[in-house]
């Protein structure tokens, strides 16, 4: 049983380590390809998209400005504006401008027109508040109109006059008169809190990524997570030193103790930069958990496939593996009678087809030898190679007196059945001695329980297949009727032996006494 049990967990063991091993290899390194790969990939997509998303907001930023210098354009091109800063038909004017926001309100935060005192002659807000009558002179852009340049782009965002918590960035162009001369100017400005709100608000690069952008100071003038942030002056910051250095492309840096990539578009007119980042961790979650995914199908797979090969050699395998060993087993013990279920399949029929043949050529062969032996009609017995019985038939235990079956001698001492005496020297210890024969040996045998008898013995060495010798077989006649016999002819041969001698005698003695 142990030994079926070694072989069946060995085969088992072999099988699960010949298949799943390699199974398990190969999804091992198809984990690390693909994880790799995908890691690689999605890394690159991810930074491509920042890029293409920080490019998208430069030129975003370029069409704004665009935009808003075409609408100033189209206002310093109405007779109703240009008349208006001469003090004619300002109500006209008045009204083009609040029919201008009505159209642009959602997009757009003020339009006015203002005097060489930079004040404000017609206009009005996205909420249709007037604007006329305020003093914009400290602006930087009224200034700039003043001084004598045609246009003027605001370098920073600011904060609405007449909206405080209003971010806005404006375009302002010189309106002149028929001479040439500048006679003051208009002013649009775009409502940055809407248009960086709709541009940033969308945006999401992994989990945690974001945009924001910085004016050509260093300073936030946009940022999709933190409002609170906005117009604060980061120049300090090593990463947005070496975005303003690198203009347009792609930086790593370090934040708050996590590694970042940074995707970075600076619109050409204003300076402003369209800045998007995202952590190294969320760029490469999908390959992560496309990774875990894999991982675990691997485990599945590998888990079933080892369900699968021990169901199927506990099964094809090992059950019949283990009723061939049990039928084994039995006729090494001796029962050449065991039970052979003929269940087998595949090459295990084909084994176990041979196994019935060996047995029965086994039984053959076993059912001569014991025939044979059971069939000596002498006395005879067979000892080992440590010269104690293997093998005793009745006539000799008839012959020597012995009582009982023949069994119950099999492993006593030759030397102990014959004469009691386990020291003694015997003819088969001297054959497995010498490996030779004897043959003719004649003398006496003591009888159990008392008496001799006079016997020939022959005995001869026994070899396996193999030429190992392997016991001794004996054989005993017994001579003790034929020596009586030749005994008794001895006896009356001698006693007319004598009587013929003393009858020649008697006649000598006759034949003398008549010559007399």
């Keep these: 049983m142990l030994f079926t049990r070694l072989v069946t967990w060995n085969t088992n063991k072999l099988l699960l380590v010949g298949?799943?091993?390699?199974?398990?290899?190969?999804?091992?390194?198809?984990?690390?390809?693909?994880?790799?790969?995908?890691?690689?990939?999605?890394?690159?997509?991810?930074?491509?998209?920042?890029?293409?998303?920080?490019?998208?907001?430069s030129r975003s930023i370029e069409k704004l400005i665009t935009d808003t210098d075409n609408l100033t354009i189209t206002l310093t091109k109405q007779d109703a504006v240009v008349d208006s800063l001469t003090g004619r038909r300002q109500?006209?004017?008045?009204?083009?401008?609040?029919?201008?926001?009505?159209?642009?309100?959602?997009?757009?935060?003020?339009?006015?027109?203002?005097?060489?005192?930079?004040?404000?002659?017609?206009?009005?807000?996205?909420?249709?508040?007037?604007?006329?009558?305020?003093?914009?002179?400290?602006?930087?852009?009224?200034?700039?109109?003043?001084?004598?340049?045609?246009?003027?782009?605001?370098?920073?965002?600011?904060?609405?006059?007449?909206?405080?918590?209003?971010?806005?960035?404006?375009?302002?162009?010189?309106?002149?008169?028929?001479?040439?001369?500048?006679?003051?100017?208009?002013?649009?400005?775009?409502?940055?809190?809407?248009?960086?709100?709709?541009?940033?608000?969308?945006?999401?690069?992994?989990?945690?990524?974001?945009?924001?952008?910085?004016?050509?100071?260093?300073?936030?003038?946009?940022?999709?997570?933190?409002?609170?942030?906005?117009?604060?002056?980061?120049?300090?910051?090593?990463?947005?030193?070496?975005?303003?250095?690198?203009?347009?492309?792609?930086?790593?840096?370090?934040?708050?103790?996590?590694?970042?990539?940074?995707?970075?578009?600076?619109?050409p007119q204003s300076g402003w930069m369209v800045c998007t980042t995202a952590y190294a961790d969320d760029i490469t979650g999908p390959a992560t958990r496309q990774r875990n995914t894999i991982l675990l199908l691997g485990l599945a797979v590998f888990l079933g496939l080892g369900a699968g090969i021990t169901a199927i050699t506990r099964t094809a395998i090992i059950r019949p593996v283990r009723r061939i060993g049990q039928f084994t087993k039995e006729v090494a013990a001796g029962n050449l009678k065991a039970d052979f279920p003929d269940t087998f399949r595949y090459e295990l029929g084909q084994l176990s087809d041979n196994i019935r043949g060996m047995v029965a050529q086994l039984k053959q062969k076993l059912g001569f030898a014991d025939g044979v032996l059971r069939g000596f009609a002498s006395p005879m017995l067979i000892c080992d190679t440590g010269n104690a019985i293997t093998f005793v038939n009745p006539q000799m235990l008839t012959l020597l007196n012995y009582s009982g079956p023949p069994e119950n001698f099999h492993g006593m001492p030759i030397a102990t059945f014959f004469y009691d005496d386990p020291a003694k020297e015997t003819i088969t210890a001297r054959v497995l001695r010498e490996n030779r024969s004897f043959e003719g040996i004649e003398g006496e045998l003591t009888v159990h329980g008392g008496g001799t008898i006079y016997a020939t013995i022959d005995c001869a060495p026994i070899y396996d297949l193999d030429g190992r010798l392997i016991g001794a077989i004996g054989n005993v006649t017994d001579l003790t009727s034929l020596r009586t016999q030749q005994s008794k002819i001895a006896l009356q041969r001698d006693a007319i032996t004598a009587a013929a001698t003393k009858a020649e005698d008697i006649a000598y003695r006759m034949s003398s006494a008549t010559e007399e």
Excluded: C
């Design 19 to 57: 298949v799943l091993f390699p199974v398990a290899a190969a999804i091992g390194l198809l984990v690390w390809y693909v994880s790799s790969a995908s890691r690689e990939l999605a890394a690159g997509l991810e930074i491509q998209n920042l890029v293409q998303t920080a490019e998208n907001g």
């Design 91 to 267: 109500d006209v004017a008045q009204r083009r401008f609040l029919s201008y926001l009505q159209i642009y309100k959602k997009n757009y935060w003020a339009m006015f027109s203002f005097d060489l005192n930079g004040t404000i002659v017609g206009g009005a807000n996205a909420h249709m508040e007037n604007l006329t009558g305020g003093s914009r002179a400290t602006r930087p852009y009224v200034q700039a109109i003043l001084a004598g340049k045609d246009v003027f782009i605001t370098p920073e965002v600011m904060r609405a006059a007449s909206g405080s918590d209003v971010l806005i960035m404006g375009v302002a162009r010189a309106v002149k008169d028929a001479s040439g001369k500048t006679i003051g100017g208009v002013a649009v400005f775009a409502n940055w809190s809407v248009f960086s709100g709709q541009f940033l608000e969308r945006l999401r690069f992994g989990e945690n990524g974001y945009g924001f952008m910085l004016d050509g100071k260093g300073r936030i003038i946009a940022h999709a997570r933190d409002k609170s942030l906005l117009l604060t002056d980061v120049s300090g910051e090593d990463f947005v030193k070496k975005a303003k250095a690198l203009k347009s492309g792609v930086l790593e840096y370090g934040w708050q103790g996590k590694d970042k990539f940074l995707a970075v578009a600076t619109e």
